[in-house]
């Protein structure tokens, strides 16, 4: 049969595509490591751009900046963006094309336009009022703004895939609005809420454009800092910072993953 | 279409037995309004309003040290189009077609390595599927950024591919495959991939296989096959993953300045270029206006086929 030549033609093919999605990730990890400053020669393993790292106060300035930045714009973000998806679901059946556009966009919509629209604004503003001067604040306000849809439709999504019936079991018992949130949605939500969460403060941890163009000169990000040092050619600091990072996105994807592994063997077993 | 919508309504509310839909509407109207408000207000003051300004810009003049002033006027758009002090240059409608070819090239070419790398997944076993997925995914969890400067390093002179390239004859050694048009391309395959397996994955996950092998007892080839049997099923994935993967292209902006060099620039570098050190607002407001109108159309025009298709092109994230 042809039918096992494709199969493995397939398989080989997922292997290529794996080294293709990692080997770029590695490379960092691996010149992380490299006892010279070279991006092309190995020469040796050592620690020394770790220890370079750690002593440098403006890389952990801007770690911190990072941290504080995605943390209070998920938080916005989840809050806005669970109402939103809540009332997108609640009222699908009105026409609120509008609505779906308004949240859509900003999903599709290249970063740089969101990012230089967002600059011009507020410096526009601060130049003719003093308000909105660029530095963390306006960060900030750019973030949620870009989180707030992801969080809407993650939240309408897990909406859609519940059983409709049981709003009308909420309403059958004359649950009242507050003990239909408090004991019917919010707990049902929790889930999908955390993970809105999560998914906002890693699209804040991972924007670069966006943080960027709203920055000022106090409130440098680590991908900022990352920037502005390959830009002046300053290279295994550097990949130090971003093996860092990757490891963190990977511990994040473990934790992730073990989670979903959990939960599918609770629903296997109550089954 | 009112009508259909009139019947979703009442079925609805029919489920709510005798309750009058009329007497309900007043509150549901203010519940409404009090819901959606804080996300609607946010979105409309912090990301429609400055986008208006924006495009109020591209119609300004060029002030001194780039700030746009009036009057209102169509010189942006002349000089986007090449006309400048010293007459006519083609130097921006060429950052403009290289954007649309990088763009083209780069999501045909992420179509073609995610179709079987979705249909993988898909006949792999249900509980390794999760995992399959995260493997693809997770890379692009990680900043973009970081992820350009893997690919600075791998594709840098000396280094072991670029020294392969050069033993091969398609550089000249003291070359490296970065800077390059090549290596963005590269950059926007790498970025852009998981956002076409995602969308191709939901739907091959549902694919109806009865059809294929109707096609293989008819002896269809794998081709006929795929496009008589396979694309049909998949096209509104394909369709979304293209929005997903091309939209964003088109105004890329990380890529082109890390691993492209001067020559590789894409329209997101050149608005960039145009608000970075104050040099001419207007100018690259002009050029962010193309972007937002490039997004609409091809946002219109995707979602009029997926309609004529008939599938529900939900996007999956």
């Keep these: 049969m042809s039918g096992s030549g494709f199969n493995r033609g397939l398989q080989a093919f997922w292997y290529v595509m794996l080294f293709f999605l990692y080997a770029p990730l590695a490379v960092v990890a691996l010149y992380s490591f490299n006892s010279i400053n070279s991006s092309a020669v190995f020469a040796g393993v050592s620690l020394r751009w770790y220890a370079a790292l750690f002593s440098n106060e403006t890389i952990l300035h801007a770690f911190y900046n990072s941290l504080t930045l995605a943390i209070t714009s998920s938080i916005i973000a989840t809050v806005i963006g669970t109402l939103l998806g809540y009332g997108m679901y609640t009222y699908r059946h009105r026409r609120l094309g509008w609505l779906v556009w308004l949240v859509y966009l900003p999903i599709v919509m290249p970063d740089i336009v969101y990012g230089i629209s967002q600059m011009s604004f507020f410096t526009s503003?601060?130049?003719?009022?003093?308000?909105?001067?660029?530095?963390?604040?306006?960060?900030?306000?750019?973030?949620?703004?870009?989180?707030?849809?992801?969080?809407a439709l993650l939240i309408y999504s897990r909406l859609v895939g519940l059983d409709s019936m049981l709003f009308e079991a909420c309403h059958d018992l004359y649950a009242n609005g507050w003990q239909r949130a408090w004991y019917f949605i919010l707990p049902t939500l929790r889930p999908a809420i955390v993970s809105a969460f999560f998914l906002a403060f890693t699209l804040s941890i991972d924007d670069f454009v966006i943080s960027f163009f709203t920055s000022g000169p106090e409130s440098t990000t680590l991908p900022i800092f990352i920037w502005s040092a390959i830009k002046k050619g300053v290279t295994p600091e550097v990949n130090a910072i971003a093996t860092l990072m990757i490891g963190a996105v990977f511990g994040a994807a473990a934790i992730a993953l073990a989670f979903?592994?959990?939960?599918?063997?609770?629903?296997?077993?109550?089954d | 279409m009112p009508s259909t919508k009139q019947t979703r309504t009442m079925g609805a509310f029919a489920t709510r037995g005798s309750e009058s839909p009329k007497r309900r509407e007043p509150s549901h109207t203010g519940h409404l309004i009090a819901v959606i408000s804080p996300g609607v207000i946010w979105i409309v003051v912090f990301l429609v309003l400055p986008s208006a300004y924006l495009m109020t810009i591209a119609f300004m003049t060029n002030g001194t040290y780039g700030l746009p002033r009036m009057p209102l006027t169509l010189e942006a758009f002349k000089e986007l189009a090449g006309f400048g002090f010293l007459g006519w240059s083609p130097g921006n409608l060429y950052t403009l077609?290289?954007?649309?070819?990088?763009?083209?090239?780069?999501?045909?070419?992420?179509?073609?390595?995610?179709?079987?790398v979705a249909y993988y997944i898909t006949r792999a076993p249900a509980r390794m599927r999760p995992l399959m997925l995260l493997t693809v995914v997770v890379p692009s969890w990680t900043n973009q950024v970081i992820r350009a400067i893997g690919w600075m390093n791998i594709l840098s002179p000396g280094s072991?591919?670029?020294n392969f390239a050069a033993s091969m004859g398609l550089i000249s050694p003291q070359m490296g495959l970065f800077p390059s048009k090549f290596a963005v391309v590269v950059g926007l395959v790498y970025n852009f991939l998981p956002f076409m397996v995602l969308p191709l994955y939901a739907v091959f996950e549902k694919l109806d296989y009865a059809q294929i092998d109707a096609a293989?007892?008819?002896?269809?080839?794998?081709?006929?096959?795929?496009?008589?049997a396979v694309l049909p099923q998949t096209l509104p994935g394909l369709l979304a993953g293209t929005v997903l993967v091309s939209i964003p292209a088109f105004g890329m902006y990380v890529i082109p300045e890390l691993?492209?060099?001067?020559?590789?620039?894409?329209?997101?570098?050149?608005v960039a270029r145009q608000f970075a050190a104050a040099s001419n607002w207007p100018l690259g407001?002009?050029?962010?206006?193309?972007?937002?109108?490039?997004?609409?159309?091809?946002?219109?025009?995707?979602?009029?086929?997926?309609?004529?298709?008939?599938?529900?092109?939900?996007?999956?994230l």
């Design chain 2, 216 to 228: 293989r007892d008819l002896r269809a080839g794998p081709i006929r096959t795929f496009i008589h």
């Design chain 2, 259 to 270: 691993l492209g060099g001067g020559k590789s620039m894409m329209l997101g570098n050149l």
């Design chain 2, 97 to 116: 077609i290289r954007s649309i070819w990088q763009t083209v090239l780069s999501t045909g070419l992420v179509i073609a390595m995610a179709y079987p």
């Design chain 1, 260 to 270: 979903q592994y959990v939960r599918l063997a609770r629903s296997q077993a109550s």
């Design chain 1, 125 to 151: 503003i601060s130049n003719a009022t003093g308000l909105f001067n660029l530095g963390l604040g306006t960060m900030v306000i750019a973030h949620v703004s870009f989180q707030v849809p992801f969080v």
């Design chain 2, 160 to 162: 072991p591919v670029s």
């Design chain 2, 285 to 316: 407001a002009a050029g962010a206006l193309i972007m937002i109108i490039a997004t609409l159309l091809g946002l219109l025009v995707l979602r009029r086929l997926g309609k004529k298709l008939g599938g529900d092109s939900q996007v999956v």
